[in-house]
């Protein structure tokens, strides 16, 4: 059995979704090996031939996100053929699937260096695209048509919470713009974004920022974005994640290959779990999957210093901190801004979360515990519980 470290992790800047995005000319494999490349390159101590495996998720796994994505990514990317690697998928959990799947097989002792990470082309791949439920769901009442539309699942969180109001929401929305603009603009983002050159419709351009940030939001200009999930619903474009275009990566190391290899962990891996919950409340996710994590961790909330939680919609997430009696703005939660500002490609955010959280940890040497949690469509949630490896007292 081995300690499992998160080594680093990169991602690409993080695109609109569709025609008028930065990545509407570019494949979603060539993303993902991109941001690889900028990985192995970052962390050039750890021979290539030593990566034992490549665990890449998309939620959709066809077209320029088919064919077994990690190990098409891996030969993309140059790593040695002898690497191998597989696809994976717990849709927007993608990535955290990849990263605990591959810390598994480390703290197992199978593994001692590996890549996780995802991707989603939301662009080319709307959500639910070419899938086809099965009859029986409709037919047995299996799942209702709202479960499987996410927005249509946010509004049943406001309608069940009715204490968490649309203004609420909207001002949780409103505090991840600025607090992303923030970290923007104290340079804390910039150093794990791999730069991507893109085909533009005037020519090649570099992508060097998330593109959908929106700096200049006001709580007046949220009031007045419509509900697209339902007439006069309380969830907007303005208080969701944005459809996005992203890849993210971490490298993982167990203990012996940290000291062969030389490596400085950002994070250690404490526990994980996931959880199910009904469907129609897919946004409730993070709260069993973080009690579960929390208690085999041994911990409990009040250890935790450090919150990433991915914003699906900002209702779930207040849903998440009603439940542990966090304050809608507490300073633990997301300090850079979340998912509603930089976007959320599905299968790609759990690294992103973490690589957010390792930048964290690195300057909060008073942090000791953090966790990434997010939900998963068809009512999932995961959380990861992370030990800061620089802590150094105080919390
Ligand atoms: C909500 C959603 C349908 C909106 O899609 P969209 O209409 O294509 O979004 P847009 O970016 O064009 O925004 C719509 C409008 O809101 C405006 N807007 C968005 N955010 C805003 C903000 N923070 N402040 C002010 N205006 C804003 C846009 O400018 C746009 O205005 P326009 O129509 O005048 O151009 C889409 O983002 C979505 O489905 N999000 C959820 C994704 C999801 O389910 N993910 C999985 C989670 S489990």
């Known amino acids: 059995m081995s300690d499992v470290f998160y080594i680093d992790g990169v991602r690409t800047p993080f695109a609109r979704a569709g025609a008028k995005g930065a990545y509407w000319n570019t494949r979603a494999d060539d993303l993902m090996a991109k941001a690889t490349v900028g990985l192995v390159q970052r962390n050039a101590s750890v021979p290539l031939d030593a990566i034992d495996d490549v665990a890449i998720a998309a939620t959709t796994q066809q077209g320029d996100q088919g064919l077994t994505l990690g190990r098409t990514v891996g030969l993309l990317a140059g790593l040695p053929t002898s690497v191998p690697g597989y696809a994976i998928d717990r849709m927007c959990a993608g990535a955290m699937t990849a ?3 591959m810390g598994s097989a480390i703290g197992y002792g199978a593994y001692d260096v590996a890549l996780a990470g995802g991707v989603e082309h939301m662009g080319h791949h709307p959500m ?13 009442r299996l799942l209702s048509s709202d479960a499987l539309n996410m927005g249509c699942t946010a509004e049943i969180l406001h309608d069940r919470f009715p204490h968490l109001t649309k203004e609420r929401a909207d001002a949780y929305a409103l505090n991840s713009q600025r607090k992303a603009a923030a970290a923007y ?4 983002i910039q150093p794990d974004l791999v730069p991507v050159a893109a085909a533009g419709p005037e020519g090649w351009v570099s992508v060097t920022r998330d593109e959908q940030l929106r700096p200049q939001t006001t709580l007046e200009g949220l009031a007045t974005l419509k509900t697209p999930f339902r007439d006069n619903g309380s969830v907007t474009p303005g208080n969701a994640s944005p459809l996005t275009d992203g890849a993210t990566v971490a490298l993982l190391a167990g203990a012996d290959a940290v000291s062969r290899h030389n490596l400085s962990p950002a994070m250690r891996m404490v526990s994980f779990a996931y959880a199910g919950v009904d469907p129609d409340v897919m946004g409730l996710g993070p709260v ?14 009040d250890d935790i210093g450090l919150i990433e939680a991915n914003e699906a919609f900002a209702i779930q997430v207040l849903t998440l901190l009603d439940f542990y009696g966090i304050a809608d703005d507490d300073a633990r939660v997301n300090p850079w801004g979340g998912a509603i500002a930089y976007g959320h490609p599905l299968a790609s955010s759990g690294v992103r979360l973490m690589i957010q959280l390792a930048a964290q940890f690195a300057q909060r040497r008073d942090v000791r515990y953090g966790i990434t949690t997010m939900c998963v469509g068809l009512g999932q949630g995961g959380t990861v519980v992370w030990e800061n490896p620089h802590y150094a007292g105080g919390n």
């Open 99 to 101: 990263v605990t799947s």
């Open 185 to 188: 603009d104290a340079g804390h």
């Open 288 to 301: 069993p999957a973080t009690q579960k994590a929390l208690a085999k961790a041994g911990l409990t909330i």
């Open 128 to 140: 639910d695209f070419g899938a086809h439920a099965n009859p029986r769901f409709a037919a047995e």
